[in-house]
């Protein structure tokens, strides 16, 4: 059973930066996991922010975050990191990451096995 911690939330004014990190414990073979990441705001369904590939070699975002934010992993440290720049009042949500084993790169919610328990962002106007 693989699990999943978020950390690096907060509060920042819009135009800011902050950076998200998830660790996986438990579980074997991390670096056979696809990552992502999904943000939920209030009243708003869950959607897909960033993903990257079991090597790293592969990533996608969604629009609404490309050129802004950068997904990275660390296979040997079993973590997967969020670089959030030029923040926007609209970022404002909770932040989980998922993994699951594949080789691909998942952009779909319900392609996700473990999720993490979520960490919020808040970015003031």
């Known amino acids: 059973q693989v699990q999943l911690v978020e950390s690096g939330g907060g509060l920042v004014q819009a135009g800011g930066s902050l950076s998200l990190s998830c660790a996986a414990s438990?579980?074997?073979?991390?670096?056979?996991?696809?990552l992502g990441w999904f943000r939920q705001a209030p009243g708003k369904e869950r959607e897909f922010v960033a993903a990257?590939?079991?090597?790293?070699?592969?990533?996608s975002y969604a629009d609404s975050v490309k050129g802004r934010f950068t997904i990275s992993r660390d296979n040997a440290k079993k973590s997967v990191y969020l670089q959030m720049n030029s923040l926007k009042s609209e970022d404002t949500a909770v932040y989980y990451c998922?993994?699951?084993?594949?080789?691909?790169?998942?952009?779909?919610?319900?392609?996700?096995?473990?999720w993490g328990q979520g960490t919020q962002v808040t970015v003031s106007s």
């Open positions: 438990g579980g074997t073979f991390f670096s056979n996991y696809a």
């Open positions: 998922a993994g699951t084993s594949t080789t691909g790169v998942m952009i779909r919610a319900d392609s996700y096995v473990y």
């Open positions: 990257i590939s079991w090597s790293g070699g592969r990533t």
